[in-house]
């Protein structure tokens, strides 16, 4: 799996920024977090700062997050235990079984 530089979700191009010190203007407090996005200008965020795999882990955590807002789940939105054990699954099942290596 490789980091792309745009990813399409729902007929939504996002683009994927890695950057240093991440900052949510939504959340002011939570400094440094790994990654969010910002769904108005379809921009996600990852920390630079991370290794590899645990940006791929927070890349998948971010397209939950989008995927669940753009298929009308936005109750869930928010949900970080149901994101965060989504993700760290799918990024096992695809790290584990080299999935869509070529
Ligand atoms: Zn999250």
């Known amino acids: 799996m490789r980091m792309p530089n745009n990813i399409r979700v729902y007929g939504i191009v996002y683009h994927v920024n890695i950057v240093s010190n991440p900052h949510d203007p939504e959340f002011p407090e939570d400094e440094n977090t790994w990654g969010y996005t910002d769904l108005n200008r379809a921009?996600?965020?990852?920390?630079?700062?991370?290794?590899?795999?645990?940006?791929?882990?927070?890349?998948?955590?971010?397209?939950?997050?989008?995927?669940?807002?753009?298929?009308?789940?936005?109750?869930?939105?928010?949900?970080?235990?149901?994101?965060?054990?989504?993700?760290?699954s799918i990024f096992e099942l695809i790290q584990g079984n080299s999935l869509f290596v070529n």
């Open 43 to 88: 921009n996600i965020f990852i920390n630079s700062e991370l290794d590899k795999n645990h940006q791929k882990q927070t890349l998948i955590h971010e397209l939950i997050h989008i995927m669940l807002w753009e298929s009308g789940k936005t109750s869930l939105y928010n949900d970080e235990n149901l994101v965060t054990s989504l993700a760290n």
